[in-house]
């Protein structure tokens, strides 16, 4: 079975970096898709970036130079470091995977299967 377990969160300032960690376990994942999305309180999920089955990154708009994904295929691991971060980036961040997502259908939550339970990331002005 499929798990994801994220860890790296935490309370930081604005301004300051961050980096994500998700370890990957139960399947063999370098046919996999792997990303994050976060959810602030109050809002929808939102995709923030991931990395396809062929290394190419895809990202929100929003998120574009300041969020960069990366894998380590050899720890079926991917991270996710955030730098410049604003008080606005605060959220649960939650790691994801797929074997099905297109240059399409990549921001989609329903696309995932495989989602981790959420590490929670505070910034403080």
């Known amino acids: 079975q499929v798990q994801l377990v994220e860890s790296g969160g935490g309370l930081v300032q604005a301004g300051g970096s961050l980096r994500l960690s998700c370890a990957a376990s139960g399947g063999t994942f370098s046919g996999y898709a792997m990303g994050w999305f976060r959810q602030a309180p109050g809002k929808e999920r939102e995709f923030l970036a991931c990395?396809?089955?062929?290394?190419?990154?895809y990202y929100a708009n929003s998120v574009k130079g300041r969020f960069t994904p990366s894998k380590d295929n050899a720890k079926d691991t991917v991270y996710l470091q955030i730098n410049s971060l604003k008080p606005e980036d605060t959220a649960v961040y939650y790691c994801?995977?797929?074997?099905?997502?297109?240059?399409?259908?990549?921001?989609?939550?329903?696309?995932?299967?495989?989602w981790g339970q959420g590490t929670q990331v505070t910034v403080s002005s």
């Open positions: 994801v995977a797929s074997r099905r997502i297109t240059i399409r259908t990549y921001p989609r939550r329903s696309e995932y299967d495989y």
């Open positions: 990395i396809g089955s062929g290394g190419i990154k």
